[in-house]
T-cell receptor
Framework: EAQVTQNPRYLITVTGKKLTVTCSQN?????MSWYRQDPGLGLRQIYY???????DKGDVPEGYKVSRKEKRNFPLILESPSPNQTSLYFC???????????????????FGAGSRLTVL | GENVEQHPSTLSVQEGDSAVIKCTYS??????FPWYKQELGKRPQLIID?????GEKKDQRIAVTLNKTAKHFSLHITETQPEDSAVYFC????????????FGSGTQLTVLP
């Protein structure tokens, strides 16, 4: 089954304790991205990756790191979590990496199930 | 950067009535406008999208309209059903790529039986 898998799904941690949220996709997608969802703010992009070893900042990158060493994996790293990073996090992927790719489904984002993170 | 505003934030309709959600965007270079539906506790899923070379697109009970001049686009759901209850997000992107997809703040649609 084609899917995006995130782990953990739920996590409660304390300020300053490094954590990693893993994301893996089995669709050979070029593009992967992380979003956080907060009430009234919608989905805000944290980081994205157009290909292996190619990552770039989204709208809210502060306090986060990512890496794309393999095509299928795109982990989100919180080096020193703070309470304002309490949120619902979604990883997503899509086939398109090239600007202007208009092929069927090229730009459709497939989301993971979400990871609810609480930082105390 | 792009800014997408979405209204209303909440919308309640009677079953069978129509629902309309509106979004405006700021960057005239944006040319790809998807709508995602997120049911309670679930992940967002694409329901329909439109590119700037068309003004309207329909898929059964849902339709999206785009006014490039005014920089706004809308989602129309006809004959609403309880299973349409969800949060709907509009989004905008440049050059047909999901690279810089900017989402609206979401609309909680409740369809009352």
């Amino acid at each position: 089954e084609a899917q995006v898998t995130q782990n953990p799904r739920y996590l409660i941690t304390v300020t300053g304790k490094k954590l990693t949220v893993t994301c893996s996709q089995n669709m050979n997608h070029e593009y992967m991205s992380w979003y956080r969802q907060d009430p009234g703010l919608g989905l805000r992009q944290i980081y994205y990756s157009m290909n292996v070893e190619v990552t770039d900042k989204g709208d809210v990158p502060e306090g986060y790191k990512v890496s794309r060493k393999e095509k299928r994996n795109f982990p989100l790293i919180l080096e020193s979590p703070s309470p304002n990073q309490t949120s619902l996090y979604f990883c997503a992927s899509s086939r398109s990496r090239a600007l202007g790719d208009r092929g069927p489904g090229a730009n459709v984002l497939t989301f993971g199930a979400g990871s609810r993170l609480t930082v105390l | 950067g792009e800014n997408v505003e979405q209204h209303p934030s909440t919308l309640s309709v009677q079953e069978g009535d129509s629902a309309v959600i509106k979004c405006t965007y700021s960057d005239s270079a944006s040319n790809y406008f998807p709508w995602y539906k997120q049911e309670l506790g679930k992940r967002p899923q694409l329901i329909i999208d439109i590119r700037s070379n068309v003004g309207e697109k329909k898929d059964q009970r849902i339709a999206v309209t785009l006014n490039k001049t005014a920089k706004h686009f809308s989602l129309h759901i006809t004959e609403t059903q309880p299973e349409d209850s969800a949060v709907y997000f509009c989004a905008a992107s440049k050059a047909g790529s999901a690279r810089q997809l900017t989402f609206g703040s979401g609309t909680q649609l409740t369809v009352l039986p």
